[in-house]
């Protein structure tokens, strides 16, 4: 099941938490795999390190999202290494929490750029590579906050809420060739939340408040992400499918 053995897939974002675990998982599932990483180099390459002891063909690739020249040279960079693309997943991503009255244009505009235009344009950048892919496959990276609210960090709300739109939007597009979803995590132990899960009074109230009762592990995520990539999947686009622990029900 969810085998994904000769499927050449991009992740980006890697290097690091969600994105590692899911290269990992892909590996394993037999999938050749490009990691993306902006500017930690040596994590991307222990990730890739981790793939050839385990007999997978990996290579490790730089660009910014934020910077479209960037995000196309990456993607010529990996066409020219695979030739095709069964796969990407666009994991790179930023978190800030400002409020509303603390935001300054600099921080909103970064996160808008990293995380709803990064992915635009990844995925826009992908197309030709994953057009000469067999039944190829992208999954976007949304949160519990693309749907439900919090105070603090509008900007990354509303990116995700786009994401999600986006996923749509992208599936309806792109029908039939190319199918598109997301994964919309909930709380997720990784570096983009580390304040808040080394904080033991916030990270006791996110564990009560999540019916699973726990924060999640980047492995929680990345088996979903496969299913998705996966050809059992050959009936599922424009979904956004929640890993979250039962957050959203309370
Ligand atoms: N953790 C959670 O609780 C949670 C919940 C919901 C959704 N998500 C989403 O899941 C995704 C992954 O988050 P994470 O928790 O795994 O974060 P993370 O551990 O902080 O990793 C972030 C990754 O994004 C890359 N990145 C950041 N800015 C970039 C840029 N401008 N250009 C290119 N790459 C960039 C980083 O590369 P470097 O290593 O080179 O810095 C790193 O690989 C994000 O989209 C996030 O919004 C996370």
Do not use: C
């Not at 890739?48 to 910014?64: C, P, T």
């Not at 400002?98 to 235009?117: G, H, N």
């Not at 949304?142 to 439900?148: C, D, K, P, R």
Request: proline share 4%; net charge neutral; aromatic share 6%.
């Amino acid at each position: 099941m969810f085998d994904l053995t000769g499927r050449t897939i991009l992740v980006t974002g890697g290097s690091r938490g969600i994105g590692r675990a899911i290269a990992l998982e892909l590996g394993a599932a037999g999938a050749r795999v490009g990691v993306h990483y902006r500017e930690r180099r040596e994590s991307a390459e222990e990730v890739v390190a981790r793939l050839h002891d385990r007999g997978v063909e990996a290579k490790a690739f730089a660009a910014d999202v934020t910077e479209p020249d960037q995000v196309v040279r990456l993607l010529e960079a990996v066409g020219a290494w695979s030739g095709r693309l069964e796969g990407l997943v666009t994991s790179a991503g930023i978190y800030r929490g400002p409020t509303v009255d603390e935001v300054d244009a600099e921080e909103w505009q970064k996160v808008i750029r990293t995380d709803l235009e990064g992915s635009f344009w990844t995925v826009r950048s992908a197309l030709p590579w994953l057009r000469k892919g067999d039944r190829p496959a992208v999954v976007t990276l949304s949160s519990i906050l693309g749907a439900h609210a919090a105070i603090g960090g509008a900007a990354y709300q509303m990116a995700k809420a786009a994401i999600e739109q986006m996923t749509r939007a992208l599936s309806l597009e792109l029908a039939p060739g190319t199918r598109v979803n997301s994964v919309a995590p909930g709380f997720v132990r990784t570096d983009i939340n580390r304040a808040g899960h080394e904080d033991p009074v916030f990270s006791a109230k996110v564990a009560r408040a999540t019916p699973l009762g726990r924060w999640g592990e980047p492995e929680d995520i990345a088996p979903a992400v496969r299913f998705l990539l996966s050809r059992e999947a050959d009936w599922v686009t424009g979904l956004v499918l929640g890993i979250d622990g039962g957050l959203p029900l309370r």
